[in-house]
């Protein structure tokens, strides 16, 4: 199995920034794409963005130019860095992680936990 752990929520002031990290750890064969969804009260789970392996990323249109997306492979870390934050990005920010584990030949979702993110002053 794969097991991803956020870090990094909290509450922030609006136009302030915020850094989530996400560890995957366990039986970990090979991770194609890590990325960062976010579920507000009463929304629907919405991506937030990605990142492929080789290291192409893709946002939404809501945090173009305000958020990055990076990782470091050889820690198995995707990281969510957050600048000029809005109230409306207020939201539980989930991990996702493709990957494959040795225990199982496919390509599966592996979701983190969740994080609370609070933008407020």
Known sequence: Q??????????????????????????????????????????QRELVGDITSGGSTNYADSVKGR???????????????????KPEDTAVYYCNIHARSYWYSQFIDYWGQGTQVTVSS
């Open 2 to 43: 794969v097991q991803p752990v956020e870090s990094g929520g909290g509450l922030v002031q609006p136009g302030g920034s915020l850094r989530l990290a996400c560890v995957a750890s366990g039986s970990i064969f090979s991770i194609e794409t890590m990325g960062w969804y976010r579920q507000a009260p009463g929304k």
């Open 67 to 85: 958020f990055t997306i990076s990782r470091d492979n050889a820690k198995n870390t995707v990281y969510l860095q957050m600048n000029s934050l």
